[in-house]
């Protein structure tokens, strides 16, 4: 890639750099093309550019396994996160170019991330070195687009195509033909048009054309291939009726008008077509291969000739045929079947194409495979599983043809991709277009719930500590990087829920702070003399009983004579001049069992102070809390305290006269898990809500400004909980358990200027 760039500047031989400095050069000019292509980062006169693509943190599947960054923090030109994850990847969204020698996505600064939010079942190629995507999508580069988007040259949404907003819309094959595109899927409707499952569209412009009406039947499951001989439309799905006449799972269309050609009728008893292709005969003589869960004269996979005739093709399958690919004259089946004829094949064979028998039945894939597609010389493959043919890969392979080696392309997913599986479509130069139904990063490494980004580049660094369970607290002082959470082993090590590392390398500190039983370190915060630490059923310290709460001295890290002694968890602590607000779920101080969720203590001893009252506590959990001025920001899952009165979620106190703000200036829906305040008077307030101050806009994040005491009417794009945020070099850095973020797919992790 720099080789082009250097080419196009100099041609074979570099200009000479008389005037480097002077804008108006070409020298200036020439030294800008190569500061931008090498991401020289040094001191210069050359404008600076920002590359940075953040990653974002994932875990495999199942996906009910909640992923999320917890807690942040920094260090020279590194971003700290801790949270709950497997690995770490770019957030790509489902649909990626792949160099097709190693797998590895196309760097983002020459070819800008799609950023799908959703599933991408399905691609074709526009005939011009575009795409067009289909599947179960909402956005695509920041842009509304469900379930179907036109891809330009240059790695750039088409915005001149646009389809009907359907959140329900699933789009599951495309066929483009002339000006025309056919689109097949599981939509019920249309926009409004009364056409299901299958509809042509204007390449151009996205627009329905009813003068085609495949009238498929109202009871289908959907259409979910769509093949063609350049006479006719060949569909395949779950379906009992289509194009005015009775016909099973595969029917032969009119391109004009969506009309049945009825002498087309190949049987399917029962089951689903899932997979059409079209290839030849051991004659050389068209036809078309035929997968899926069904049965019929040959059950799960067969193929015709375009009247509908039978071959004899039987490779005799034992169960679901998901894809269906040809080379030459090798046939080979994927899906999730353990016999093909009477040969033991486990999800992947090669037959021949004149008999169906057996070609390969062995390639050692530990998985089901979901799809397959030969292009050139080279068989891709995805699907659940790790291996194949003994070499690991994660997901999706390519095996070199007609050698049927597996080569170097790994892309490397975080989990496993199903039905519908992937497209994979010829770029160009080295490049091939995957879709992922279900995943939406790519090229993943291995990090246990701690990582370093560099913020420069956004990648992450190497050298970093594993820690075998979540953490949720991470405070840096000086050179030292204090962590908490649930983890019990660092590095190899034992530690109990607390842990030092060690700048610059993030190295295991030799300090072990003992905790006893299985406590969880939820809050961790200092002044100048003192760390303060809280968290649930945490009860003794280095062989001292401290509930809920303990602080070390910062001199020596011992266990300092700080003791509030809470009954119940310490949730989140904020310490403002000579006290330490003590937010949590718990119902007693210094033994009393009155004080619930709130109050302040002396930050030496621990003693409980009146503030904020001595009477009035929240009825349930504050989670966080932030200052900005002479004002407390609290958050959590209370809705009262006590008879001061209704407070939803969030309340303000007010430090200069010692009260609570009313009528309250802040309120959510839900609970609330993150409150920061920054120096421009945002107040950042992530949590499970669906709105601030009644605005239903604000999903899970929204922004207060202090100043003006207005809740900001950006709508930030946010699917999930945010747990954390942190300011630095003039962004904003968020991370939570969020896959979508700004309109786009962001996997746990986002810089933004909250205004995008």
Not at 614 to 627: D, E, I, K, L, W
Request: hydrophobic share 35%.
């Amino acid at each position: 890639m720099y080789s082009v760039f250097i080419g196009l500047a100099f041609g074979c031989k570099p200009t000479k750099l008389s005037n480097p400095c002077d804008v108006k050069s070409k020298d200036y000019f020439y030294g800008t093309l190569i500061r931008f292509v090498t991401e020289d980062r040094s001191p210069s006169c050359y404008p600076s550019f920002d590359f940075q693509n953040l990653w974002g943190v994932f875990k495999p599947t199942p996906p009910s396994i909640i992923t999320s960054v917890n807690a942040m923090t920094s260090y020279n030109d590194q971003i700290i996160v801790g949270g709950s994850f497997q690995f770490v990847g770019p957030s790509t969204g489902g649909a990626v170019y792949l160099e097709t020698a190693t797998g590895k996505v196309l760097p983002h600064r020459y070819c800008p991330y799609l950023k799908v939010v959703g599933g991408t079942q399905t691609a074709i190629s526009d005939g011009s070195g575009g795409f067009y995507i289909g599947g179960s999508f909402f956005w695509v580069q920041g842009e509304e687009r469900y379930g179907l988007a036109h891809i330009l040259p240059g790695c750039q949404l088409d915005r001149n195509f646009n389809v009907p907003k359907d959140i329900s819309r699933e789009v599951r094959a495309l066929l483009l033909m002339g000006d025309s595109l056919y689109v097949g899927g599981l939509f019920p409707t249309w926009s409004d048009s009364n056409q299901k499952f299958l509809v042509r569209l204007n390449r151009y412009t996205g627009a329905i054309d009813n003068s085609f009406n495949a009238n498929v039947d109202p009871a289908a499951s959907g259409v979910f291939d769509l093949e063609t001989d350049g006479q006719a439309l060949y569909v395949c799905g779950d379906f009992t009726s289509i194009g005015g006449g009775a016909q099973r799972g595969i029917a032969k269309l009119s391109f004009h008008s969506g009309s049945l050609f009825s002498s087309f009728s190949p049987i399917i008893t029962s089951g689903t077509c899932l997979d059409l292709y079209y290839g030849t005969d051991a004659n050389g003589s068209p036809n078309f291969f035929v997968g899926g869960d069904f049965l019929a004269t040959y059950n799960y996979a067969f193929s015709i000739f375009p009247d509908g005739t039978l071959t004899t093709w039987n490779p005799g399958p034992n169960g679901q045929v998901n894809s269906i690919q040809q080379y030459n004259n090798t046939i080979y089946l994927g899906g999730q079947f353990t016999l093909v004829g009477v040969s033991a094949a486990a999800n992947f064979a090669s037959v021949n194409n004149g008999t169906g028998g057996i070609i390969t039945a062995n390639y050692n894939v530990n998985g089901n495979v979901a799809s397959l597609g030969v292009l050139e010389d080279t068989l891709y493959l995805s699907g659940s599983f790790t291996s194949i043919k003994s070499v690991g890969r994660n997901y999706m392979a390519a095996l070199s043809l007609p050698s049927e080696s597996v080569n170097a392309f790994n892309p490397n997913f975080d989990g496993s991709i199903s039905n519908p599986g992937s497209d994979f479509v010829p770029a160009g130069n080295g490049v091939v277009f995957v879709t992922t139904s279900i995943r939406s990063t790519v090229n993943v490494l291995p990090r246990s719930n701690f990582a370093v980004f560099d913020e420069v580049t956004g990648a992450p660094i190497e050298g970093t500590p594993y820690f075998d369970y979540p953490i949720k607290a991470l405070h840096r002082i000086d050179n030292r990087l204090f962590v908490g959470g649930s983890f019990t082993n660092v590095a190899g090590q034992p530690r109990n829920a607390f842990a030092i590392l060690d700048f610059p390398h993030y190295q295991l500190s030799p300090i072990n702070t003992v905790l006893s039983g299985s406590p969880e370190i939820r809050t961790i915060t200092s002044d100048e003399s003192q760390i303060y630490v809280g968290g649930t059923s945490l009860a003794n310290v280095n062989g001292q009983v401290r509930n809920g709460a303990f602080a070390l001295s910062l001199s020596d890290l011992s266990v300092s004579g700080w003791n509030p002694n809470l009954n119940g968890s310490g949730e989140n602590f904020l310490v403002v001049n000579d006290l330490v607000f003590l937010g949590g779920l718990y119902t007693g101080i210094n033994g009393d069992g009155v004080t619930t969720s709130y109050q302040a203590v002396d930050k030496l001893t621990g003693t409980k102070r009146n503030i904020p009252s001595t009477t009035n506590f929240p009825n349930s959990g504050v989670y966080a809390q932030a200052v900005a001025g002479s004002r407390i920001f609290l958050g959590g899952q209370f809705t009262t305290i006590g008879s001061v009165g209704t407070f939803n979620n969030i309340a303000v106190y007010n430090l200069a006269n010692q009260s609570y703000e009313q009528p309250n200036p802040v309120y959510g829906d839900g609970i609330v898990n993150h409150i920061a305040a920054y120096s421009d008077g945002n107040v950042l307030i992530g949590g499970s809500f669906t709105g601030l101050n009644g605005a239903t806009e604000n999903y899970s994040f929204g922004v207060f400004n202090s100043n003006t005491n207005t809740v900001s009417p950006w709508i930030s794009g946010f699917n999930d909980v945010v747990y954390t945020s942190m300011y630095k070099n003039g962004k904003y850095y968020l991370g939570g358990a969020f896959s979508n973020a700004l309109k786009r797919s962001n996997g746990g992790l986002v810089r933004s200027s909250l205004n995008e």
